[in-house]
């Protein structure tokens, strides 16, 4: 006689949830990323800045410091597994960063993100990340031929952002100086504010200040030089174009890679 079947609950880290697990859409941390980034420093208008900072985070002392990046990224679990399906594991990414302080220590603020896809989006939700869907495109270093600035010494690259079918952002570097030095606003925990509203009468929502948890932090092939950047002025996007930049300063394209193991409270 055949052994009866076991009914299984459905169980996920995220939905969809399945019988298996293997359906969410999101897997659980460590994540690990490697990426080609595109960074453009700049002073944004401090008023402006401190109107998109939460309670809990203030300006501090350098008001107004913010970047644009543009990155290429790869990502895996521990296993590995995702790498065998690029079209799940890659993804390009559109960021504002502001410097800011939570209780006299630099942090950053991420107020806009633009994701190309679904993965990255949810999974940046689940961290507090404010990403939104767009499309993405940035010079890449070439290793051969001349279709692209190479991998080491001079070059100049290019990054562009559209969200709903209007172009958003615009960023060039002209890489000159190689350097060991990485940007400072890329080398601080990202603070993000957590928000799942309520659904059910009554339910009071998620929402509260969290900072990322990173390991096995790398940067490599970083060059800098002179830099442009273009924000949007469209009214359709009034808050980003009020961060739009009153100087630009230096520019530097780097790989990037770590491995994000989670989240932890900011009071």
Do not use: N
Not at 47 to 70: C, I, M, Q, T, Y
Not at 246 to 264: H, P, Q, S
């Amino acid at each position: 006689m055949d052994d009866p079947i076991t009914p299984t609950e459905p169980y996920g880290y995220t939905l969809p949830l399945s019988p298996s697990g293997t359906a969410a859409m999101v897997t659980p941390p460590p994540w690990h990323f490697s990426g080609e980034v595109v960074m453009v420093e700049y002073r944004a208008d401090p008023d402006a800045v401190a109107r998109h900072l939460p309670p809990g985070l203030d300006p501090g002392p350098d008001a107004g410091a913010a970047a644009a990046v543009w990155a290429q990224w790869q990502w895996c679990s521990d296993s590995g597994d995702e790498l065998g399906a690029p079209e799940r594991c890659q993804f390009a990414e559109f960021l504002v960063l502001l410097a800011c302080e939570h209780r006299g220590v630099p942090v950053v603020r991420c107020p806009y993100a633009w994701v190309d896809s679904a993965v990255p989006l949810v999974r940046g939700w689940i961290q507090g990340m404010p990403k939104q869907f767009g499309e993405i495109s940035q010079t890449r270093p070439v290793r051969a031929g001349r279709a692209g600035p190479p991998a080491t010494g001079a070059g100049t690259f290019s990054g562009t952002a559209s969200a709903f079918g209007q172009r958003i952002g615009r960023g060039t570097v002209y890489a000159r100086v190689e350097h060991a030095d990485p940007p400072p606003l890329f080398t601080l925990p990202l603070a993000h504010s957590r928000v799942f509203p309520g659904w059910v009468p009554g339910e009071e929502p998620v929402a509260g200040l969290v900072a990322s948890r990173v390991t096995d932090v790398t940067f490599t092939g970083l060059r800098s030089g002179p830099a442009d950047l273009w924000l949007t002025g469209d009214p359709a996007f009034a808050d980003l174009a009020s961060l739009a930049p009153r100087e630009v300063g230096t520019g530097t394209v780097f790989a990037y890679g770590e491995t994000l193991v989670g989240g932890r409270p900011l009071p």
